[in-house]
């Protein structure tokens, strides 16, 4: 059974930094594009960053640029989201997802998604 498990979120006040982990099990999380993406109260879901299963290229939406990294640990098949100054702006639930595409991870529909995990940034 294919299953994104994602830990992590809380809340934090500006300026502050959590880390979100996207644990996957039923399938290899190597052989995957991974994306994460937000959606906050009244908005759209929104594309923060994935990384690409063919050359490990990264991605980031302007917003969260020098302020998020995406990294992959394939031995614990996890995918990390590491988020520093974080503004109020970032509040929102936070999902992962995964798609066996081969390519630009920014063009994917992604196939797999995990429940997703509140993060609030509020002093």
């Known amino acids: 059974q294919v299953q994104l498990v994602e830990s992590g979120g809380g809340l934090v006040q500006p300026g502050g930094s959590l880390r979100l982990s996207c644990a996957a099990s039923g399938f290899t999380l190597g052989y995957y594009a991974i994306g994460w993406f937000r959606q906050a109260p009244g908005k759209e879901r929104e594309g923060v960053s994935c990384?690409?299963?063919?050359?490990?290229?990264?991605y980031y939406v302007d917003s969260v640029k020098g302020r998020f990294t995406i990294s992959k640990d394939n031995a614990k098949n996890t995918v990390y989201l590491q988020m520093n100054s974080l503004k109020p702006e970032d509040t929102a639930v936070y999902y992962c997802?995964?798609?066996?595409?081969?390519?630009?991870?920014?063009?994917?529909?992604?196939?797999?998604w995990g429940q997703g995990t509140q993060v609030t940034v509020s002093s």
């Open positions: 997802a995964a798609d066996p595409g081969w390519g630009n991870c920014r063009l994917f529909n992604y196939d797999y």
């Open positions: 990384i690409s299963n063919s050359d490990g290229s990264t």
